[in-house]
T-cell receptor, first 115, second 115 residues
Framework: AQSVTQLGSHVSVSEGALVLLRCNYS??????LFWYVQYPNQGLQLLLK??????LVKGINGFEAEFKKSETSFHLTKPSAHMSDAAEYFC?????????????FGTGTSLTVIP | GAGVSQSPRYKVAKRGQDVALRCDPI?????LFWYQQALGQGPEFLTY????????KSGLPSDRFFAERPEGSVSTLKIQRTQQEDSAVYLC?????????????FGQGTRLTVV
């Protein structure tokens, strides 16, 4: 079975500061990993994903994440926060399991950017 | 269509009423997922279809919830005898992958309010 844990349901950073949103996963098979962003009253938008290959992946809006198998982590970072980054962020894991596709989300991290 | 379309966007139901939520996935997409997202929470998996086959319904919270995708395209999530705890946003996602998901596209969701 697969699962995702996001540490910190709320994160506040100052504008221009580093953003670090944590995600740890549990998977019995090699996972695919994703970060999605959700703005108020909007659907989920893909930020970036890791499937195979390079473990450091770059996404939209200056975000990046690094897959660390030894730490079972896929933390999301951005060097300099912008006011428009304020949103809800969800980490997700995908794997092919006994019943076919499994695509599960963490509980989310709400990012506040302080001017 | 260009993206995943869900209807209605908003639904208010009286407790005990039956509701039907529709999802039009991206044309040709094999995989389709339904999620329930309560206020301030992450999307919770409900059910998964591969074409017309419902391969996983382990997330459906009770036998009042029923989903179908009879022709492998449009899907309907039906909730019978709605209860207040059913109030949530219901998200649909589709993917062209028949194997492990490498990317999933989300609709805007249907916000169900049970009064």
């Amino acid at each position: 079975a697969q699962s995702v844990t996001q540490l910190g349901s709320h994160v506040s950073v100052s504008e221009g500061a580093l953003v670090l949103l944590r995600c740890n996963y549990s998977s019995s098979v090699p996972p695919y990993l994703f970060w999605y962003v959700q703005y108020p009253n909007q659907g989920l938008q893909l930020l970036l994903k890791y499937t195979t290959g390079a473990t450091l992946v770059k996404g939209i809006n200056g975000f990046e994440a690094e897959f660390k198998k030894s730490e079972t982590s896929f933390h999301l970072t951005k060097p300099s926060a912008h006011m428009s980054d304020a949103a809800e962020y969800f980490c997700a894991v995908s794997a092919w399991g006994n019943t076919g596709n499994q695509f599960y989300f963490g509980t989310g991290t709400s990012l506040t950017v302080i001017p | 269509g260009a993206g995943v379309s869900q209807s209605p966007r908003y639904k208010v139901a009286k407790r005990g009423q039956d509701v039907a939520l529709r999802c039009d996935p991206i044309s040709g997409h094999v995989s389709l997922f339904w999620y329930q997202q309560a206020l301030g929470q992450g999307p919770e998996f409900l059910t998964y279809f591969q074409n017309e086959a419902q391969l996983d319904k382990s997330g459906l919270p009770s036998d009042r919830f029923f989903a179908e995708r009879p022709e492998g395209s449009v899907s309907t999530l039906k909730i019978q005898r709605t209860q207040q705890e059913d109030s949530a946003v219901y998200l649909c996602a589709s993917s062209g992958s028949g194997g492990a998901i490498t990317e999933a596209f989300f609709g805007q969701g249907t916000r169900l309010t049970v009064v």
